[in-house]
């Protein structure tokens, strides 16, 4: 497989790619909810379902684990993709979907940060108009309604803020690494879902805090394998779309995750709306907005 360019001729393609990736994260939360009600946690979950995926690459492209252990630098994109999938699926299976898939966009903000730090691109005042909105719909979500400061105000808000950020980072990772072989790309993505959700779910049991996974059963397994085709399709879009389009682009298409997972969770009763989150919701979809636009 010939190494991907940094910009498609034709983004039509790229952008596809990543509005099905975000439909796929958008409507996750169900099946990792029907996973969690059989006694399986998120984090199991996602261990087991980037397992899955990763044996599939590696039948499929044998050649990318040695391509993947003489790149040194995928392996940033290992822990950043790791770290968005355990603290997204986790967030979305023990908190307000609605909430949680907002602060987790605030990519907006992180996008413009990391593609400075990452990229050399320039800090304009576009951009920093960008970082503002983003900032205020998130100190919209996060204020309380009794008053106080405006901060997280339980774990799902602090994975979903994680889960964000490190989703950030992933994307602009796979912009810098577009040249790397696609299938090299996508190793790293699904490896970093096992060992990052493992070694967590590790320590957690170990500590008591979540229970171990259940035995093998034909009430979940499918389910769960249905789920791993879902996600292989949707990251291998994600790093092909990524890969091909500037970084704060990529963040503004995923936005359409926000419609995906909304409208899901209210009509099935995970999601609650109110003022705040409308007015904070549309704060950093402008942010997003103006992203795009831009380019």
Do not use: K
């Not at 879009?237 to 995906?260: C, D, H, K």
């Amino acid at each position: 497989m010939t190494p991907a360019p940094s910009v498609a001729p034709r983004p039509l393609l790229p952008v596809l790619a990543l509005l099905l990736n975000a439909l796929t994260w958008g409507l996750s939360w169900w099946p990792f909810r029907w996973l969690e009600s059989r006694g399986l946690h998120a984090l199991w979950a996602t261990a087991l379902i980037y397992a899955l995926a990763v044996v599939a690459i590696g039948a499929w492209r044998p050649g990318a684990f040695a391509q993947l252990l003489r790149a040194p630098r995928l392996w940033w994109l290992v822990l950043a993709s790791g770290t968005t999938n355990a603290a997204f699926n986790w967030a979305v299976t023990i908190g307000d979907v609605v909430r949680v898939v907002l602060l987790f966009y605030l990519m907006p903000l992180w996008a413009v940060l990391l593609s400075r730090l990452l990229l050399g691109e320039r800090l304009t005042r576009p951009a920093a108009l960008r970082v503002a909105l983003a900032l205020g719909g998130a100190l919209a979500v996060l204020w309380p309604a009794q008053g106080g400061w405006p901060l997280p105000r339980g774990l799902a808000d602090y994975l979903g803020l994680l889960g964000g950020f490190a989703f950030a980072l992933n994307n602009v990772l796979l912009r810098r690494e577009a040249s790397a072989p696609e299938e090299a790309r996508a190793l790293a993505m699904f490896c970093g879902g096992v060992a990052v959700s493992l070694a967590l779910a590790t320590l957690l049991l170990a500590a008591g805090r979540i229970p171990a996974p259940p035995p093998p059963d034909l009430g979940w397994l499918p389910g769960a394998a249905a789920l791993a085709v879902a996600f292989l399709v949707g990251n291998l879009a994600l790093q092909y779309g990524a890969a091909r389009l500037p970084a704060n682009t990529t963040a503004a298409v995923m936005i359409a995750e926000v419609l995906f997972a909304s409208a899901s969770s209210l009509a099935l009763g995970a999601g609650q709306i109110n003022t705040q989150l409308v007015v904070g919701g549309s704060l950093i979809v402008a942010a997003a907005v103006l992203s795009a636009w831009r380019h």
